[in-house]
């Protein structure tokens, strides 16, 4: 009996601890949610819960959910944290809250944001929203910095696939806010983190997420400014990037095109690339022994963020 209190007490404990770590999600945009329109009746949410994920679609109402360090593990340094999903729908779980738990364990805390997927139902501009939702995560977290007891030049964002498309958008189109920012805080992240990221609308690019985010038939123009490898200056933050070479979704040249045009301008860069694994794996590369967090904890290490 004596056995059987302690273990419900152990429990008890483990699920308050779960609780402080997973706090509620807020809204991006408590005060209205710029390049909207009105929400149609059919357009509503909806989460699948089925393979081991939970996917989400049709996001209107975007939001960032915090993930706290155990008490007197945290160490200052944040990331925000963006699923990927070929900008038609989010893998939550398994590119979100997963990753946000990993990164807690080694005292960063974890914010996901559950962004809205581009759509002409939902916004006057479908090509600029994701980008509005990840800039306004960055300045949020940075302006509530001492609320949630970060250090404002030790934030990151870090993207899977699309979901790395955005980070990516975001770490090279930070000059032009497209968000309310009369307090002129910074949107620009310190650091990026990119898995198996979709970066060119070029030849190489990942075609679904292209014609989500930009349409069927883009301008050049659109083609050129969403294609990330293009947009890297000297002030483009540091950045680890992590592919497979057997990706077939999306082809692992742009990971490296993207490495090869960071050096070029001499921004700090690793890149680590799995012999097998192909796309999606998350957390964990079922192909190999090797722990892509253990890299990127010992990188963040290296350049003074933890």
Known sequence: M?????????????????????????????????NSKPTPASYVENNDQSNNDQWVTKVSVPTLTPFMPAQGTANGAAIVIFPGGGYGGLSMDKEGYKIA??????????FVVKYRLP????????????????QQAVLMVRKNAGQWGIKPNKIGIIGFS??????????????????????????RPDFMVLLYPVITFGPMAHVG????????????????LYSNEKQITANTPPTLLIH??????????????????????????????FQEGGHGFGLNNPKSKDKWIDWCRNWLDENGFL
């Not at 008890?12 to 779960?18: A, E, H, R, Y």
């Not at 997420?209 to 050129?224: T, Y």
């Open 2 to 34: 004596k056995r059987l209190s302690v273990y419900f007490v152990a429990i008890m404990l483990l699920s308050v601890s779960f609780s402080k770590a997973q706090e509620k999600p807020v809204p991006l945009y408590p005060n209205g949610i710029p």
């Open 101 to 110: 738990q990993a990164f807690n364990k080694f005292g960063v805390t974890a």
């Open 162 to 187: 699309a979901g790395g498309h955005l980070a990516s958008t975001e770490g090279t189109h930070f000059d032009k806010v497209l968000v309310d920012d009369k307090d002129n805080i910074s949107v």
């Open 119 to 134: 759509s002409d139902d939902i916004m006057v501009d479908k090509t600029i929203g994701p980008l509005q939702d990840a």
């Open 209 to 224: 997420s292209r014609e989500n985010l930009i349409g069927k038939n883009p301008s050049a123009d659109l083609l050129n």
């Open 244 to 273: 497979a070479g057997d990706d077939d979704a999306v082809p692992v040249q742009n990971s490296i095109m993207f490495y090869d045009n960071l050096l070029a301008v001499k921004v700090k860069a690793e890149m680590h690339l």
